[in-house]
């Protein structure tokens, strides 16, 4: 009887291995083809690491994922042989900022000390996105220019851990406040008798305090309430007197711009 030469079979798989596979994370599906054109099958070698249903491989504990790719033949085709394909699966890790920042940060103050955590207990590690408003070192902040500062944090990860996302935290930083400029004041009856409207130029995270004192007397320590422009206020009597305007930032108050005025 004369025997049978089968014809020789290859397994390729077409689909990429994940790069970054991460435990209960997105699922990969496998997908590999013969040369004989004959139907593959695949199946999990690390069934604690990865199970495979169909061609959808799915993530359950950290370690090296290995897909196992076979096609058994026919009567015309040998068995192919089997051909592996095999990748990390990492746990997932988040960081969170444990620090508060800073909710007045002016150039001259003193560093701002950031702090973070990641869930994988790694160590994190600080750089700034905005050296030109403040650098990093370690974990000490520095402010350099005035605009908003933003802190990255992150956390490369390691044999078991998946580099985390990286987390920001921003923040304004501002100069030391001055006096506001273009202080104006006018009657708007619109607003109701008696009524006037002071405006000046608001400057990026200062906040405003006011105080109106007869003739050209100066501001007393207790007199200054919130305000913002434009600013609707009463005038105290007729005659001459004065509007008093600082900006603070923090504990930081600017030198009060004035103004006088004859309702």
Known sequence: MQSVVKSSQTITFTSTAPG???????????????????????????????????????????????????????????????????????????????????????????????????????AVTFTSSTPSVCTVTGASVSY???????????????????????ATQSFLVTTRPTAPTALAANATPSAGAGTWTATWTAEPGYTYECQLTNGTSPPSASGWSACAPPYGFTPVKNGNQTLWVRAVRGSAVSAPASLSFQP
């Open 20 to 122: 970054s596979a991460t435990v209960a994370g997105p699922a990969y599906t496998a997908t590999a083809t013969a040369t004989s054109g004959l139907p593959v099958t695949l199946s999990s070698d690390t069934p604690t690491v990865c199970t495979l249903s169909g061609s959808t491989v799915t993530f359950v504990a950290a370690g090296t994922c290995t897909i196992a790719a076979d096609q058994p033949g026919n009567t015309t085709y040998a068995a192919a042989v089997r051909v592996m394909q095999s990748f990390g699966v990492f746990k997932a890790q988040t960081i969170t900022f444990t620090s508060t920042a800073p909710a007045s940060a002016m150039l001259g103050d003193p560093p701002y000390v950031v702090g973070a955590s990641a869930t994988s207990g790694l």
């Open 144 to 166: 350099v220019a005035a605009g908003t500062c933003t802190v990255g944090a992150d956390q490369a990860g390691n044999a078991t851990w998946a580099a985390a996302p990286t």
